[in-house]
């Protein structure tokens, strides 16, 4: 049987909402998290919607402070951030914490809130599947967004073309790269 692992959400939006923005007590209640011998301490993410400390860097000074647990983003808004820039700060941040990084991803709740946190951004939250193909292109490989007048709002597509004299391993390379993408940015 699996071991029940118990994890500590951070109160970072509690916190905000009281006007309390001391990141201090947060890195101290991860700490005695760790003490009290929890598995895993989690930030959540919401710049606009409902502020809160930035998960990331609140993160790093997590790792700074703590040598066991497992810290985890709960979750992660991909899709308002550059894709390589984030790319790049979660490796940084798994680094800090020496492999303890759980990047948990999603693409926000389909409310007015959220569009107005994506729109706010300047990403139309309709413009997820495009930021999925752009993920993908770095991935290296090639996909065209597709959000088309007559789709109704929300309904953006991507339409992949793939050669039937591509190696299987190109195929499979594609295929997964789209998997990971989408987990990424929170589409699938």
Do not use: C
């Amino acid at each position: 049987m699996a071991k029940l692992e118990v994890g500590y959400l951070l109160p970072t939006r509690d916190q905000s909402v009281m006007g309390e923005h001391d990141s201090r007590r947060l890195v101290a209640q991860a700490r005695r998290a760790e003490e009290l011998g929890l598995d895993s301490v989690w930030a959540g993410d919401s710049p606009v919607t409902r502020p809160r400390a930035d998960p990331l860097l609140l993160l790093a000074a997590v790792a700074q402070a703590t040598e066991r647990v497992t810290l985890g983003t709960a979750v992660l808004l991909p899709a308002l951030r550059h894709p390589i820039l984030l790319a790049h700060q979660l490796a940084t941040l798994d680094r800090l914490s020496d492999g303890r990084l759980i990047a948990g991803m999603g693409g926000g709740f389909p409310n007015p809130a959220t569009r107005a946190q994506f729109a706010s951004i300047g990403i139309g939250f309709t413009r997820r599947a495009g930021r999925m193909a752009e993920y993908l292109l770095q991935q290296g490989v090639y996909v065209v967004g597709f959000s088309f007048p007559v789709v109704p709002m929300g309904k953006a597509r991507i339409r992949t073309q793939m050669s039937s004299a591509l190696a299987d391993e190109d195929i499979t390379f594609a295929i997964d790269a789209f998997v990971d993408a989408g987990r990424a940015i929170g589409i699938l």
